[in-house]
């Protein structure tokens, strides 16, 4: 196998940091190819937590190169500061094992001003991240984003940003009475930021292309979720990119399919941000699970919302994300349950849907549950044969999904996961 793809499988927070970390190990190439600093990876090292937001997971394991690809928005300031969080934190970065898209859409100043704007003046409350995803990629469709490449030549940039300032000046004064950057000093901050990255800056395409022909082992890192996805998502609580597999095809490029999708599936259900999620559970399992599994967002703080597994909209997501297999996480955390359900279908306007799609109005449909053996033997999960209750648990998900469960994860260090079936 040579190519493998790791596609959040719900709405984001799956643990993907940790899986990734895992594959990574064992590839010569980890990308990015959708979303920005919306994401938070988290990977917990010799007891050390590591957030990743913008840079490949990959950045971790010495011998892989990390590549940003063209579809990714990308934040400068965040960047730098990443890339200081992880330099202190004893990681390597350089432009030998880091490259970034020249083509990559550039969040500015103005991207973050406008989502925090339209957060709290707006009439919907999508409950983003407020990092300037969707203005950035609004820019992106409209055909006037900034390009890293752009940043590294000043005519360039002061002719696009007099552009984009145009317009948006009567959006910041006469919508949202906001002050914007002028053109000025948000030229010549971009400028500076644009030297920090000019290093990184590449053709990263070709260079994708190239590895690929050398049969090189790659691996595509996710951001968000299906679920979470502009087309597939519950739209409009989503993120505004394709976080499945045509976000690989949009923003980095691959020749042919990958040989495996791994998706993302928690052993339960969480949400951050606004949202329809029909297994929400509201009261005192929520809470425990939000306790015992640190559901906290790893890029804004927030408290996540807690519910069952809801196996009609990972139907969906198996079909929307062309999952070929699983990577159930936080079975630790389900352990701590003293019972234990799970959504198998949904009764909706008096019909019985097992599987959701496109559209379908969540905020409608009646979770139908099913009641099994509570994980809480689970302590033996790391070697010899599985738990019962884990075994039944995997088993009842593998039947209802029709994928294999490929491994499991139960803590956050790196050595809590175990394999159910060979990739690399
Ligand atoms: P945005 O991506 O900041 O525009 O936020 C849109 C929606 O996606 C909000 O509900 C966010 O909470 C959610 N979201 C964005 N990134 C992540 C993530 O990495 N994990 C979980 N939710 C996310």
Redesign the pocket.
Known sequence: MKTLAII?AQ???EGKGKVTDFFASRCDVVVRFQ??N????TIVVDGRKIVTHLVPSGILTPHALSIIGHGVVLDPRSFAQEHADLTAAGVSISSANLKISLHCNIITRYHRLL?GARETQGAVK?????????PAYEDRAARRSLKLADLLDEKRLRAQLAQVLDEKQILFEQRYHVDYPSLNDEAAALLELGEFLRPYAADTFSLLHELQSQQRKILFEG???IL?DIDYGTYP?????STGLAGIYAGAGLQGAPDEVVGLCKAYTT?????PFPTELLDETGSTLRELGGEY????G?A?RCGWLDLPLLRYAVRAGNLTSLALTKLDVLAGLPALQACVAYEYDGQHLDVSFPGLDLARVRPVYEVLPPLQDAAGLGAGSLPPSVANYVAFIERHLQIPVGLLSFGPERSQLRQLREYF
Request: net charge positive; proline share 0%; charged share 15%.
């Open positions: 959040g709405w984001g927070d979303g920005g919306n994401a938070g990876h989502d999508l409950g983003t991240t407020g990092r300037g995803i969707g951001a968000q979720g979470l609580f989503v993120t505004s990119s949400r951050v941000g606004s949202g967002g790893a890029t804004t927030r996540r």
